[in-house]
């Protein structure tokens, strides 16, 4: 081994996934140098505000934009060579990490050109769409390492948006609109348990036809019920950003983490809750030797049905909460198909974070990010035409997940039914 | 196995309940008066967008339509929902088979399949909301909408209300029919500068380029709120989306923003319905309505095909004729000066008589 050559430790030996990411930022940094310092007039400048609000005196600053763009690509493409060279691929995506946040910067710099771009507002607008979809997410990966495939989550979505809305509404409060769109949410895990689990129906299917159901189900009810009663149904109260004191003052993270909904500071404590209960406790071990080899738990005496049970019907609550907060979260008023496919979208970002609860808030906001990025872009009018910037989520999420991720392995028993002999 | 069969029958037959229920939602005629025993025969149909029936938007004012020709002349009515693209074709065959006198296909993304529905059977009337055929056909009414003449009015009032400078604009798609909105906005907005040589900005829209801000999507109202914190962000303090239900979502933040209470008061402009009517919550955020006159156009097209005056080719509403209007102020009829609205009757005036372009491009940028 020690005669190892040069080139094959830079082309592979140490692995496809440093040569990936060596690959990736030598590639950006160029593309950064080409493109985005190239790209800018001489003499203009960016302007980065870093403030929430206008009151706040957090002093924004404005950088040359051409020198910027050339620096950050030289240190990508620095980056890069310093990962061709290590002789290991510890750390590997952490420089990746860095060097796509330089990339990013050197992008905004370019976009920015002769303007102003609010990253505080960019992060916050993210969690718009991060907090139902990691809670989606965090949905299947209860239901899944377990051993259930649970493609319900859009229906689950769109039955706790409902049923948020309509108790808020009647009641007033938007916390029983909250426990409401959980318990609903449950339900519909329930059912999903009970098709999938006791009848061993196909669980892909199964989840299929419930999100059918549910799409029809509550477009039905909109219509007959909600419309009809518009002021006194579908006019829920909305719950306000609560600021956590002393948190909320730290620049640039206080106000984009600590002064939000709920439904923020809930996405954080399922996933602690998750990431512990998977990986450290009794329960996390039992969850996951029946997602991988049911037969076996089940001969140390694990009741595989009751552990697939509760995951299901827990994984429901918590999809419902993510349900919840498209309505007494955000907008209030419930509409037909609201949460638009994004159920389905919660369920890649799962398979893409892995399987692991804190891969799918990644994969999650990720997905936040480019979306709310590509809104900006759009607003600051960059010379990109917007049906490519309406590909910008989708895209991030093609190239990490093909790309980056590489092979990921599923739970062995997911979507396999267990039936005792 | 018993168990499960008896399961899945059981979930299908709820499912297909749930479906039949969700589906066709018919209005069984109350034929009152004489005149109405011809007309109580006559059935007039909808197919919605994917927005649905319930859009608060032109789907729901086609509906509307066809409500008050209901009330008007005593016919049947009944509209069928499109949950995705792919329902058009089944919906309208649909109604051919149950012998609709009219249907009524909603939008734009409906154009395509009307024509060929139409063509492969001649002898069904249509009309199609907001979609134009190159050659007209002889049994599809075109009810087409110069909303760009109202919109430019709307534009005008943002550019004057402004503070800050800066108007925002975004659509649900990047397709004619919500971007002529988009277009008339922003000429309305320039032309207000050239007037009082004033500096407005439109964000979201840029009409020489035709690129801009879109949610590429007409439900998901997260994407509204997300693309009018975009917009705040930059400094806009009008914001005018033209996305239906989208449009909720604006509104969301814009409420929101104004609840925290940091920076300038942001206001609305709703579009193709009286805001203050289809989503009284908000009134108070909304300056005025961009509207476009789908009921009233609807309503003749469907009294027309049961009295057999129906004629095939294109109908325009405009200022003129009071097809597309400015909604009445509601909360803002105080807050708007006096010399503002007389430059708004004014400028309608204007280009009722042809004096004054709706054009963008026909102005100078910035």
């Known amino acids: 081994m020690a005669t190892t050559p040069v080139t094959a430790r830079v082309w592979g030996m140490y692995g496809a996934r440093s040569r990936n990411v060596a690959v990736t930022l030598v590639l950006a940094g160029l593309f950064t140098i080409g493109v985005f310092a190239r790209g800018v007039p001489t003499g203009a400048s960016t302007g980065f505000d870093l403030s929430a609000a206008p009151a706040v005196p957090i002093p924004s600053f404005a950088v040359p934009s051409a020198l910027t763009a050339l620096l950050c690509g030289i240190a990508c493409v620095a980056l890069g060579g310093l990962q061709a060279l290590r002789r290991t691929e510890r750390h590997a995506y952490g420089i990746l990490a860095l060097g796509l946040a330089i990339f990013g910067f050197a992008f905004l710099t370019w976009a920015g050109q002769s303007r102003s771009v609010n990253f505080i507002d960019i992060l916050s607008t993210s969690l718009i769409e991060t907090v139902p979809l990691s809670l989606g997410a965090f949905s299947g990966v209860l239901c899944e390492r377990s051993g259930v495939i649970n493609i319900a989550i859009e229906g689950q979505f769109l039955v706790a948006a409902f049923t948020s809305a309509v108790i808020a509404s009647a009641t007033q409060d938007p916390w029983l609109g909250l426990v409401a769109g959980a318990v609903s949410g449950a339900l519909v895990g329930a059912l999903l348990a009970l098709l999938t689990i006791t009848y061993a129906a196909d669980q892909i299917i199964v989840g299929v036809v419930i999100d059918a159901f549910a799409l029809g189900l509550t477009s039905f009810f909109d219509l007959s019920v909600l419309v009809p009663n518009q002021a006194t149904l579908n006019s829920p109260p909305v719950f306000r950003p609560i600021a956590i004191p002393l948190l909320d003052k730290i620049p640039i993270v206080g106000p984009v983490l600590f002064d939000e909904t709920i439904f923020v500071y809930l996405t954080a404590g399922v996933l602690i809750a998750l990431q512990i209960g998977l990986f450290r406790t009794r329960w996390g071990l039992r969850v996951r030797a029946v997602g991988e080899h049911p037969r076996a738990a089940d001969t140390v005496g694990i009741n595989v049905t009751r552990i697939r049970y509760l995951n299901v019907i827990v994984g429901g609550a918590v999809a419902g909460i993510g349900g919840a907060a498209f309505t007494v979260g955000g907008t209030g008023q419930f509409t037909p198909n609201m949460t638009a496919g994004l159920g389905y979208i919660a369920l890649a970002a799962m398979i893409f974070g892995r399987w692991q609860p804190l891969g799918a808030l990644a994969a999650a906001f990720l997905f936040g990010f480019t979306d709310a990025l590509q809104f900006a872009l759009s607003v600051l009018n960059v010379p990109i035409p917007s049906d490519f910037l309406t590909m910008l989520p989708y895209l991030a999420t093609i190239v990490a997940v093909a790309g980056l991720v590489g092979q990921v392995r599923p739970p062995a028993a997911d979507g396999q039914p267990y039936a005792r002999e | ?366």
């Open chain 2, 1 to 366: 196995m018993k168990r499960l069969m008896r399961m899945s029958a059981l979930l299908l037959a709820v499912g297909l309940v749930a479906a039949a229920c969700a589906k066709p939602s018919s209005s069984s005629s109350s034929g009152s008066g004489s005149s109405a025993s011809k007309a109580s025969n006559f059935l007039a149909c909808e197919v919605t967008d994917t927005g649905g029936i319930d859009d608060r938007s032109f789907n729901a004012s086609a509906w509307k339509g066809l409500q008050d020709a209901q009330k008007a002349t005593g016919m049947k009515i009944q509209y069928l929902q499109s949950n995705s693209q792919s329902d058009y074709v089944p919906n309208i065959q649909a109604f051919e088979q149950k012998h609709c006198g009219i249907i009524v296909t909603v939008g734009f993304l409906m154009g395509g399949v009307t024509e060929k529905q139409a063509k492969a059977n001649p002898k069904q009337k249509f009309a199609i909301v907001d979609y134009s055929y190159k050659k007209p056909l002889p049994n599809v009414l075109s009810l087409l909408y110069k909303t760009d003449q109202d919109a430019f009015l709307g534009g005008y009032l943002a550019a004057a209300m402004s503070k800050t400078g800066k108007v925002g604009t975004f659509g649900g798609m990047n397709i004619p029919t919500v971007t002529i909105y988009m277009d008339g906005f922003a000429a309305g907005v320039r032309y207000y500068n050239q007037q009082n040589h004033a500096h407005v900005q439109v964000l979201g829209w840029d009409p020489d380029k035709k690129q801009g801000s879109f949610t590429n999507d007409f439900t998901n109202q997260a994407k509204g709120k997300s693309v009018t914190q975009s917009l705040m962000s930059q400094g806009a303090d009008i914001i005018f989306p033209v996305a239906g239900s989208v449009g909720l979502g604006a509104a969301a933040a814009v409420q929101e923003h104004d609840r925290s209470g940091s920076g300038n008061p942001v206001y609305m402009e709703w579009v193709d319905t009286d805001g203050c009517i289809s989503a009284p919550q908000y009134c108070n955020l909304f300056i005025t309505s961009v509207t476009k006159g789908i009921a009233t156009s609807v309503k003749q097209a469907a009294v027309k095909a049961a009295n057999g005056t129906f004629k095939g080719g294109n109908y325009f509403g405009t200022l003129a004729n009071g097809g597309v209007s400015l909604s009445p102020f509601h909360h803002f009829a105080d807050k708007i000066p006096s010399s503002v609205k007389s430059a708004l009757n004014r400028i309608k005036q204007g280009i009722i008589d042809g004096k004054i372009s709706t054009d963008p491009t026909k102005y100078p940028a910035g």
